[in-house]
């Protein structure tokens, strides 16, 4: 356990080696402040020590390494898309992608690197050069990981884009219409879609791609199968106080009552 020197804590990252922790929050100036962990020793019982740090005058919403370098990071907020450095000074150079007309009014919610650390062939992930960001308007925008340019931007949703991810063969999205949607990366047409409970705030892809696992807003996650398209549910929850709640033991289930006008029936 560790103390982050902010007022509000907003998103973590690992570095793919695992030697890294980043973390993103409010310091008491209300500003954006990224600090980086260096973790590889707690293994040992030592303490993580922040190892760089820097404060940040752009809103950040979404904060990841690089997968193929430990040094590098990308970010998007309100604005803005930004690519970070770290130094050995203990210094986070930051460097912005021009948005032109793009950046005005427009709120990039979550990114994802095209090339995964899953490949064993680097020179592959050498060539995979993409990251892509969702925004809250529902599009999708392509930039370049090695000259920091804006290529090209997708429209898929009406509502907002909340999670994203992303292999070397599609993107999945998790937005703010209960839907996550598997697309091609030239965005032509998805090629499936699963609906839930609530709006989808996370998505991850499985290392052999054939899953994509989705969270959501009302605290449920669930496994999509890309195989055969079958969605399951894993885990549920309440949305609001549980009033009451009795156990039935012949068949081992809880029946609840809850302020979300919902009475739910529980397989424990």
Known sequence: MMTVPVISLKCLSFSHDGRYLASVGKDKHNKELICVWDISRITRG????ICARQTSEFNILSLKFSPIDSSRLASCGKENIRFWRVRETGNIRGSAVVL???ARNTVFTCL???YGFRSADRSE???LKRVFVGSKHGMVFQVNYQNE???ASYKTNDGAIF???VNDAFCVLGSEDTYVRVWPLDFQEFFMEAQHEGT???VDISPDG???VCGTLYGSIGILDKSNQNYKTLLRSHTDEILAMDFHVQKQHIITVSKDKTIRLWDI
Do not use: R, Y
């Open 100 to 102: 032109q007309h793009h």
């Open 125 to 127: 992930n050498e060539s």
């Open 112 to 114: 994802d690197f095209e």
């Open 200 to 202: 989808v705030s996370a």
């Open 149 to 151: 340019t804006l290529e």
């Open 210 to 212: 054939l899953k994509v």
């Open 46 to 49: 030592e303490m993580p020590e």
């Open 163 to 165: 999670a994203i991810a």
